[in-house]
């Protein structure tokens, strides 16, 4: 079973900063690796899938990079409403692991 | 617009069984494969079960759930089940059924509100 290690557990940081968030899977994922967004009581709202492809209605500030075991997703400038959990997520094995996630918090 | 609204949540006592249900509004349901996915109050997420869209099913569950919860689907009524069974304190959760669309992909594209399902004697 794959498991997906998310760094770091917390990141505070103010609006207009950068955000950078990592995720690594304990064998190769490919490119199979998904990032959702959740705030609190609401569902999941997916991001990125594939590693690097924006979903629909995804704001072009949310870009996600690598393959294998080790992805990124980047925030190039935060807003006030993406202070939430991130998780990353590998899609290409059963079962279909999540990370543990990020809290992106303001600082 | 895609919709997908859970049902069937709530207090059970540890041993008992609770049947969830997921109604689907706005698509072509037979086409979309369709997922379970839980999270315990205040943790993360746990993939669960998975239903294939084709005439010939496939079906994946976790070890978790396995032997427990079932799965199924009617495609005439637009609605998706969770029959949980031998119910214990760790499957308190949330549970959201999700999907990829046309697609068996494992990823959530469309998710439903969730159900709160709470294990307690």
Redesign the interface.
Known sequence: EIVLTQSPATLSLSPGERATLSCRASQSVSSYLVWYQQKPGQAPRLLIYDASNRATGIPARFSGSGSGTDFTLTISSLEPEDFAVYYCQQRGNWPPAFGQGTKVEIK | DVQLVESGGGLVQPGGSLRLSCAASGFTFSRYSMNW?RQAPGK?????S?ISSSSITTI?E??SVKGRFTISRDNAKNSLYLQMNSLRDEDTAVY?C?SPGYSS?????Y????TLVTVSS
Not at chain 2, 44 to 48: A, F, K, N, Q, T
Not at chain 2, 105 to 109: E, F, M, N, S, T
Request: glycine share 20%; hydrophobic share 50%.
């Open positions: 996915v993360g997420l746990e993939w669960i998975y994946y976790a070890d959201y999700a992909a494992w990823y959530g594209v998710w439903g509100q969730g």
